[in-house]
């Protein structure tokens, strides 16, 4: 039996099954199916909380920034941070995990995970999280993928590795260079429900530069829209996800 295990390989009829398994979770890419069948994936929670949340940091020019207007909002956040940038800003992150806000993963560079194997992705994700453990003191529990993209090999790494994957329910597209703080914070509003989770980015390293900008000059318009609706604004660890 063993010779036909190559041609199998060779006829194209395993390969394309292994590669379907592999890709079959980008399906939770597609927020109005994610948002309706994946609760905890998507981040929802308590109808009367949303949860705040920043990819892409710790950028030494425009976090602080944030957190200064956080600070001032008495708002805490969860922030989902590359490794990469981690390494050249443990001081602020040190000051971001001092400050209340919550550390989380987004693995160690911003690469879409499909396009790498169940070793590799392990690996990228393993590394940042000790990143933060090491910069916190304590192992982190939440992960999110580059682009929002899972795999099979993601979610076997985050169960191995002790982290809950969460997305968004809605954004701002605030990574476009023509996104303005008024198209931000529409598009964050078009979609927030209570319950919600956001997403934005603090930091260009992976977007338009000086969107940063853009994001934080939106920032304060959803905050108070928020506040309007009475929901209370908070990391994910306030959140309530779905168990």
């Not at 705040?52 to 976090?63: E, I, K, M, S, V």
């Not at 999110?144 to 997305?167: F, K, N, Q, S």
């Not at 809605?170 to 956001?198: F, M, N, Y």
Request: charged content about 20%.
């Amino acid at each position: 039996m063993t010779p036909a295990r190559p041609a199998l390989l060779a006829s194209g009829t395993v390969l394309p099954g292994l590669a379907a398994l592999h890709a079959a979770p980008v399906i939770s890419t597609f927020g109005p199916l994610r948002n309706a069948t994946m609760p905890r994936l998507a981040g929802q929670g308590h109808p009367d909380h949303v949860a705040l949340t920043f990819d892409d940091g710790p950028d030494h020019l425009a976090t602080p920034h944030f957190l200064r207007l956080l600070e001032a909002r008495g708002i805490r956040a969860t922030f989902f941070l590359l490794g990469s940038m981690l390494v050249r800003s443990r001081g602020l992150a040190k000051e971001m995990a001092d400050a209340g806000h919550e550390l989380a993963v987004h693995g160690w560079d911003h690469r879409p995970l499909l396009l790498r194997g169940p070793r590799a992705t392990r690996d990228d994700i393993a590394r940042a999280r000790d990143a933060v453990a090491d910069v916190t003191g304590r192992a982190p529990t939440l992960f999110r993928p580059p682009y929002g993209v899972m795999t099979t090999a993601t979610h076997l790494a985050c169960r191995r590795l002790g982290l809950t994957p969460v997305l968004w329910t809605c954004w701002g597209e605030d990574w476009r260079k023509r996104a303005t703080p008024h198209s931000v914070r529409s598009t964050v509003l078009r979609d927030l429900r209570g319950g919600g989770t956001i997403l934005l980015h603090d930091s260009d390293c992976t977007s338009a530069t000086g969107s940063w900008r853009t994001t934080l000059r939106a920032l304060p318009g959803i905050l108070d829209a928020c506040q309007a609706h009475d929901w209370h604004v908070g990391p994910l660890r306030e959140h309530g996800l779905p168990t």
